[in-house]
């Protein structure tokens, strides 16, 4: 008998499942119908409930909230009367090889903590649940020691594993105020006035985990690996603080979860580390949790939509709100209440101004939407964290005293400065030190002025009388100078002009302001028509002090050179007499404040009409009055 089926070469077996193993081999490791759905929800108390339903949360605005859902759950979503507003698939991320993974971030503080170790100190405060090491650095003055009196502020990220932006943005902080210390007068008030933490990855494990599944699909990972024993990995960090813990809906107890609190408040190893480092930096003021994405800058509490429980004070109320609106200024974030976004319990805010007494803040960084999310190209990485500068560098100033941004700090008096120079910034010389002098003021102490000419800095002084001495080529330049206080307030001094003149040369130069003064008297014999043509190059070179005489060429430098031309022998050669005014003394060599180079070259000849029988004396000033005239011209005068 035949068999059912002829037989089929091997090869051409091996081929067909090839093809249809394809779309699997391709199937990213989630479900593949399940999206990125954004559903129009305008309340706070719409986009809890979703939450509440354990639906997988990406993001949430004012406007909205994106879920990761299927096409069940979508259509489920439709009929209960929610309207979507985008869907988009759970895309492979973009390009993304300017992040940094965990050994690419140690490699970088390492070198910027050997690079800078008199202002930086890295230390590990912590192992992760997977026992990697997470890294501090601290930034001070005298990173070494605890400076009495000198307050402080933590700054971390990358607690949620996908939220890689928050990793750059901790990075461009910690270059910025190391490589700006010395240089820009607002940075090196801050370190050495302040004591700065920052931790860029709080949960390298799960950020690991993220980057590395991606060769094989992506998991969009957010929670750290703890193995929950059911199959399932992860504890959202951000619900395992002990602060009001699992009381709100605000997390969830399904291990399997995004949000899932953990079996127990700061069971986690990374939530410990918050917690015993905060215990043991009493210093701490001020806390910054930077996480993506939203735009948004968020304050306590989390856990209830009221503005202000029995737990806030009031006081505290305004200068969150204040502190969140001038961060908000500067980096056109959202300043709001973090519970005005949808409640969460157990969050690290929550703790740190509920236990601790910290101002404690969130940032969701760039974007502003789920498109791009969490995975931003990484060509925005340089414009993203710049953007955050000023606010940054505002927030570490607050940390002293953050009362400051209500306007009760302890120090709300700003220094006074006025800047001085020699001859009140008269004509200096290029090449020769000018010494430079400011007189300030402050309730408490100036602690740094910082020079600027035409708007640049140009010097940086710490030390108590605060002058500096600067060399400055030839121009005209406008010089201030800025005061800081301890507090970090700031005074810019009023401007001064200062004019630097060229450096004197090795040829000596009688003054601008010589004069000529011929008195010799021609009188030719028979001389129908004599012809006068002055053609100034004189150089006038005093050798007596009384009256040199006159020769076709003499040293100064603008000089005429006189000659005169007859048309028929004189008996008489006139000897006409220059008598310049030198400023210095012939023995010596004179030194001018500045040096001129005029050119004069007279074009008008004079030709007198003289009888032949009488005897004619030209008057010497009117000889060279056309001479005298164009000197005049050509001269600038001081």
Known sequence: MRPLFPRVPLLLVLLLLLLLSLPALL?????????????????????????????????????????????????ALQSEGYVVTAVQPLDFPPNFQDYHDYDEMVAVLQVLASTYPDISHLQSVGQSIEGREVWAMRISDQPDIEEPGEQGILIFANMHAREHLTLEQALFLI???????????????????????????????????????????????????????????????NRNFAYEWGCCGGSSGNKGSSLYRG???????????????????????TSLSLHTYGELILYPFGYTYADQPADMVARDLLIFRAMAREMADLNGYTPEQASDLYIVDGDSDDWLYGDQGLYAFTWELYPRSSNPGFYPDDSVIPAQTARNRSALRHTIALADDPAKSIGEGTDMAPPEIQIEVPDDGAHKVAGIPINVEVITSDNIS????????????????????????????????????????????????????????????????????????????????????????????????????????????????????????PSVTPTETPTPTLSPTPTATPTETPTPTKTHTSTVTPTTTLTPTVSPTPTITPTPYNLYLPLLIQVQQDFVWP
């Open 27 to 75: 199937t990213r490791a989630q479900s593949p119908d399940e999206f990125l759905v954004t559903l129009d929800v305008s309340t706070a108390s719409g986009r809890t409930n979703l939450i509440r339903q354990d639906y997988e949360l990406w993001g949430a605005s004012n406007d909205g909230i994106t879920l990761v859902i299927n096409a069940r759950e979508l259509k």
């Open 175 to 237: 270059r910025d105020l190391l490589e700006n210390y010395g240089v820009v007068g607002e940075i090196t008030n801050l370190v050495d006035q302040r004591d700065i933490w920052v931790i860029p990855n709080l949960n390298p494990d799960g950020t690991e985990y993220d980057i590395d599944t991606w060769n094989t699909g992506a998991p969009y990972w957010r929670k750290n690996r703890r193995d929950n024993g059911n199959g399932s990995f992860g504890v959202d960090l």
């Open 263 to 285: 079996p127990a408040p700061f069971s986690e190893p990374e939530t410990q580390i918050i917690r015993d480092f905060v215990i043991s930096h009493p210093q701490l003021t």
């Open 446 to 565: 100036v602690t740094t002025v910082e020079y600027l000419l035409d708007g640049e800095t140009v010097a940086i002084v710490t030390t108590p009388g605060f002058g500096t001495t600067l060399t400055l080529p030839v121009g005209d330049y406008e010089l201030s100078a800025r005061a800081f206080d301890s507090a970090h307030w700031q005074t810019l001094s009023e401007t001064i002009e200062v004019h630097v003149d060229p450096a004197p040369t090795d040829t000596p130069s009688p003054s601008l302001t010589a004069t000529i003064t011929p008195t010799a008297t021609q009188t030719p014999t028979d001389t129908p028509t004599p012809t006068i043509t002055p053609t100034p190059t004189i150089t006038p070179t005093p050798s007596d002090t009384s009256a040199p005489t006159a020769t076709p060429s003499a040293t100064a430098t603008a000089s005429p050179t006189l000659t005169v031309t």
